[in-house]
């Protein structure tokens, strides 16, 4: 079985940050850059959402607070991202990520909304 491969590749990531890719969200999408700092990057294994309406992605939020709190992640970038008008963004939904790889690391409530992906633990 081959793994999937995203149409668009940005950043210098040398450190791969998924073990396996078994599906990314089909389109690509295009950064929503509101309140994001032009030329800064996303770093790959980041939470995101997207509205498969506009074709637009952003970095995943929280909403509420502790126990009650809760995540719209629906996948993870799959390669780093440089801020600008309309990056292009692939969006993993299904698959592994070694966790201790993604900067910053993902908390608990971010995991719990992406029940498809794996976090693998291991270096």
């Known amino acids: 079985m081959g793994y999937l491969e995203p ?3 940005a950043g210098s990531r040398t450190i791969p940050v998924f073990q396996k890719v078994l599906e990314t969200a089909r389109g690509g999408f295009t950064l929503d850059a509101t ?3 032009i030329g800064d990057i996303i770093p790959a ?3 995101i959402t997207f509205d498969e309406t506009t074709r637009k ?3 995943a939020a929280l909403t509420g607070t502790a126990p009650d709190q ?3 992640a629906k996948g993870l970038l ?3 991202v440089k801020i600008e008008a ?3 963004v692939d969006v993993v939904l299904r698959g592994t990520v070694y966790a201790r790889r993604v900067t910053p690391s993902i908390n608990a409530t971010h995991r ?10 291991s270096r």
């Open 86 to 88: 309309n990056a292009p």
């Open 45 to 47: 294994g980041t939470p």
């Open 78 to 80: 799959y390669t780093d």
């Open 112 to 121: 719990k909304a992406m029940p498809l992906i794996i976090f693998s633990e």
């Open 70 to 72: 809760v995540s719209d």
């Open 7 to 9: 149409t668009s590749i």
């Open 57 to 59: 992605a952003k970095k």
């Open 35 to 37: 309140g994001l700092t």
